[in-house]
């Protein structure tokens, strides 16, 4: 009779997990696959802020190379300014990788508006080669 009066007061089918059971699993370490898939999240955290410190760095370096390859580096010059807006649109670029990307468009950017300056007063007929 004492133990029927016990369940019924504290039904054995509850589960609820005691205050000390509760703090043993958060202490616990990590198990094997746990932790796989921990350096797995952070390989790709990693990735994806390289990956934005890369396309800056390419943003950055074709607007520069543009002004090297003068005539032909309209193409780069338009090409680091589209690079370098993908990245500022990227939220997981960092501080660095939007420096870079913000230079590459600034490159590109006076690269393309020199240019077009010299062709307008070439067309005009204002400037002599020779």
């Known amino acids: 009779m004492l133990i029927s009066a016990l369940s019924i007061a ?3 089918s509850q589960k609820e997990i005691p205050p000390q059971k509760t703090e043993q699993i ?3 370490k990590p198990n094997f696959i746990q932790k796989i898939i921990l350096k797995k999240m952070e390989k790709k955290i990693k990735h994806n802020g ?3 410190l890369n396309l800056s760095l390419i943003s950055f370096g074709l607007g520069f190379v543009s002004f090297v390859l003068g005539i032909f580096g309209a193409l780069t010059a338009l090409a680091a300014i589209i690079i370098g807006i993908i990245v500022l649109r990227k939220k997981e670029a960092d501080k ?3 420096i870079l990307s913000i230079a590459g468009i600034a490159l590109g950017a006076v690269f393309i508006i020199g240019a077009l300056y010299l062709l307008k007063i070439i067309l005009d007929g204002g400037f002599v080669l020779f």
Do not use: L, T
């Open 26 to 28: 958060q202490k616990q």
């Open 96 to 98: 660095k990788s939007r």
């Open 50 to 52: 390289e990956s934005a």
């Open 10 to 12: 504290n039904p054995i």
